[in-house]
Nanobody, 115 residues
Framework: QVQLVESGGGSVQAGGSLRLSCAAS????????MAWYRQAPGKQRELVAD???????NYADSVKGRFSISRDNSKNTVYLQMNSLKPEDTADYYC?????????WGQGTQVTVSS
C-alpha cells in the first residue's frame, strides 16, 4: 500500500499563492499518473491538474495559466503551485496517484481564498 500525505494548504487573500505538496510513503514503480483534485462546497470533486509518468501535464480550463503541477521523483512527491488565487479556488484539495493496480488518495488539505 501507498500512503499519501498532503501539506501546504491554508488561507490566503485573492491574488496570493500557495504550494501544495503530496508525499508518497514509498516509490511507485508502476506509476501511471499523479493528479490533484478539488472539491468545493456544494460541488462534486473535479480534476485540477495531472502529470503522466512521461511528464505530460494537463490542467482544468479554470486554472490554466495560474496553477502548475510538478513532481520530484527522488522525493516521491507531487506539487501543485497555485498562483493568482481566486475565491472560486476555495476547496478541499486531494492528491491522487495511480499505478498499474489501483488509485491512492491523500487525506485532503483545505484551501481558502478570501476576497
Amino acid at each position: 500500500q501507498v500512503q499519501l500525505v498532503e501539506s501546504g494548504g491554508g488561507s490566503v487573500q485573492a491574488g496570493g499563492s500557495l504550494r501544495l505538496s503530496c508525499a508518497a510513503s514509498r516509490s511507485i514503480f508502476r506509476l501511471i499518473l499523479m493528479a490533484w483534485y478539488r472539491q468545493a462546497p456544494g460541488k462534486q470533486r473535479e480534476l485540477v491538474a495531472d502529470i503522466t509518468s512521461g511528464g505530460r501535464t494537463n490542467y482544468a480550463d479554470s486554472v490554466k495559466g495560474r496553477f502548475s503541477i510538478s513532481r520530484d521523483n527522488s522525493k516521491n512527491t507531487v506539487y501543485l503551485q497555485m498562483n493568482s488565487l481566486k475565491p472560486e479556488d476555495t476547496a478541499d484539495y486531494y492528491c491522487n496517484v495511480r499505478d498499474s493496480v489501483m488509485n491512492y488518495w491523500g487525506q485532503g488539505t483545505q484551501v481558502t481564498v478570501s476576497s
